[in-house]
């Protein structure tokens, strides 16, 4: 069992990015994958931002730190547990495409919470860093794609106003 938790707390983020990867690239129409691609990077940023943020303003021993008679699973330094980065990224990549392919959130979010069980079981994390994780990761998602996609609707609306239905082609063609 301990062979299982150790692996899921280690790897299972990359499967996790293996198939939205995957979602991503087959899954979704070209708008939404250019707006997912754009949505991930932002996401990045804001997912580092709360992360720096919330790591700043609250500190948590990990649990093999706390009490030395637990032995962490896998290999981890002894720095500060929360928020947990795996869950942040876990959080982000879920909340990212259930937007955009829901059965794909639906099966992202069932791993994510697996991956924050296993890090926890793991005993590199409390359950308030996993929780805090999760939200962070899904948050900085979320508030990427509302912005990726109120600026992609201006972004349109300027160009039907530009080019609007009733005008040939042979007159779009001629507006600079």
Known sequence: MDTMIAWLADYLL???AALALLVW??????QARTRTAVAAVLGAAFAVLL?????????DPRPFV??????PLI???ADNGFPSDHCIAAGLLTSLL??????????LAAAAVLLAAARVAAHVHHLQDVVAGLALGALAGWLATVVVDQV???WAERAIGRFPADRSAADRSSVG
């Open 66 to 71: 706390q009490n030395p008679s637990l032995h």
């Open 152 to 154: 992609a609707g201006r």
């Open 98 to 107: 259930a937007f955009r392919h829901r059965r794909t959130g639906v099966v």
């Open 51 to 59: 992360l720096t943020i919330a790591a700043g303003l609250h500190t």
């Open 14 to 16: 990359f499967a996790m």
């Open 25 to 30: 690239a087959v899954g979704i129409d070209r």
């Open 75 to 77: 290999k981890h330094s």
